[in-house]
Every structure is written in structure tokens, then in C-alpha cells.
């Protein structure tokens, strides 16, 4: 069973950074995809960004249009860990943020039914 566990997070002002960590456990299969969604009051699970594991087309990024450019995404394959640096945060990225993983490529994709796991989320606030 893989479990996610995220840590980072909190309150900043408009034009600020945070940073998110993710750290994985219990993959059964080498290749591997993990990333971040996040989800405000009243709205579904939005893809942010998503980065490929170990093996062929590691470290192969994507992100959300609203993020781009503010947001990146990294990973350490030997700590199967993720991590989201954000930068120029604005109200609109206030959500609950959550990691997320599966064991196959991420084939670019933002649905959120097709990664079966998710951290426990931490919380992204940012207001003046």
C-alpha cells in the first residue's frame, strides 16, 4: 500500500512562497508518477503540476496553466519524494493541498480519479 506524507504549507501574503514535501512509501512497481492537486471550498480537485519517477522520461514535468511559471514541481527518486516550490502566490491558489501518486507515467494527465493515492492534504492560505 503506498502512503503519502506531506508536510509545508501555511499562511502568506500575496507575492509570497511556500514550499510542499511529499514523501512516498511502499511502491510495488519501479516506475512511478506523483504530484499535487488541490482543492478550495466548493470547487472539485484541480491538477497543479505532476512529475515522472524513476526510469524512462524521469523528471518530465507539467502544470496547470494557472500555475505556470510560478509553480515548479521536483523530485528526489531516492527519497521518493516530491516536493512544490511556489512562488508569486496570489488569493486564488488559497486550497487544500494534496499529494498524489500512481504507479505508471503521467502521461500529462489531471484527472483526478486515475491516481488511487493521496496524502492527507495541508493547507495553503494566502491573503493580505
Known amino acids: 500500500q503506498v502512503q503519502l506524507a506531506e508536510s509545508g504549507g501555511g499562511s502568506v501574503q500575496p507575492g509570497g512562497s511556500l514550499r510542499l514535501s511529499c514523501i512516498a512509501s511502499?511502491?510495488?512497481?519501479?516506475?512511478?508518477?506523483m504530484g499535487w492537486f488541490r482543492q478550495a471550498p466548493g470547487k472539485g480537485p484541480e491538477g497543479v503540476a505532476t512529475?515522472?519517477?524513476?526510469?524512462?522520461?524521469?523528471?518530465?514535468?507539467s502544470y496547470a496553466d494557472s500555475v505556470k511559471g510560478r509553480f515548479t514541481v521536483s523530485l528526489n527518486d531516492a527519497k521518493n519524494a516530491v516536493y512544490l516550490q511556489m512562488h508569486n502566490l496570489e488569493p486564488e491558489d488559497t486550497a487544500m493541498y494534496f499529494c498524489?501518486?500512481?504507479?505508471?507515467?503521467?502521461?500529462?494527465?489531471?484527472?483526478?480519479?486515475?491516481?488511487?493515492?493521496w496524502g492527507q492534504g495541508t493547507q495553503v492560505t494566502v491573503s493580505a
Open positions: 498524489v501518486a500512481r504507479e505508471d507515467y503521467c502521461w500529462v494527465d489531471f484527472s483526478a480519479e486515475r491516481y488511487p493515492y
Open positions: 511502499g511502491f510495488t512497481y519501479r516506475k512511478y508518477c
Open positions: 512529475i515522472d519517477g524513476t526510469g524512462y522520461g524521469a523528471g518530465y514535468d
